[in-house]
């Protein structure tokens, strides 16, 4: 599949914020509560993602993935957050496609992008927390080398509540 993986600009916000709602509409219906889903609005997450863009965090990185002049999907990534956080290791915070693309290998590109992002910056391991339920993603996950390590919590992400379990990978590995 041809495609292009660049930084996010302003103008990707809107169908950024629509990608971030399809995508949770898709993957967390039984995992979240079906009303937070169907509240989500694309205006709302617009507003979020261009404000990540236009005010990064320091070191954040926004890319997305780009189909005939399309962006398709997003991540979001940056130094290690959180109580645990240590300086030598990067997180991914998001990575979301538009479901019409799932499947096509986009997502894999981008993960790649971010782990290779991640590891340019200095980063010498990189972290990711993901919902229990979230089959398709953890399979990307694992099959791109990163590890459930065993650490689970509870966490509010964007006003939902969810348990997460967290997944590691060396960057030192090729």
């Not at 780009?66 to 999907?73: E, F, I, K, Q």
């Amino acid at each position: 599949m041809d495609h292009v993986i660049r930084g996010a600009r302003p103008e990707d916000s809107e169908a950024i914020g629509l990608i971030h709602v399809r995508a949770w509409q898709a993957a967390y219906r039984g995992v979240m509560p079906d009303g937070y889903l169907d509240a989500l609005r694309v205006e709302d997450r617009a507003v979020l993602w261009q404000r990540a863009i236009e005010e990064p965090r320091p070191r954040q990185r926004l890319r997305v993935v780009v189909v005939d002049d399309a962006v398709a999907g997003f991540a979001v990534s940056g130094p290690e957050a959180g109580d645990l956080a240590r300086e030598t290791a990067g997180e991914l915070y998001a990575i979301n496609l538009d479901p019409r693309w799932w499947g096509k290998g986009l997502g894999r590109a981008l993960l790649r992008e971010v782990t290779s992002g991640l590891a340019d910056s200095g980063y010498t391991a990189a972290v990711l927390w993901v919902t229990p339920a979230n089959e398709r993603a953890r399979n990307l996950y694992e099959s791109e080398g990163w590890a459930t390590d065993g650490t689970n919590r509870d966490a509010e992400v964007l006003g939902a509540k969810v348990l997460e379990v967290r997944y590691q990978r060396a960057l030192s590995d090729p």
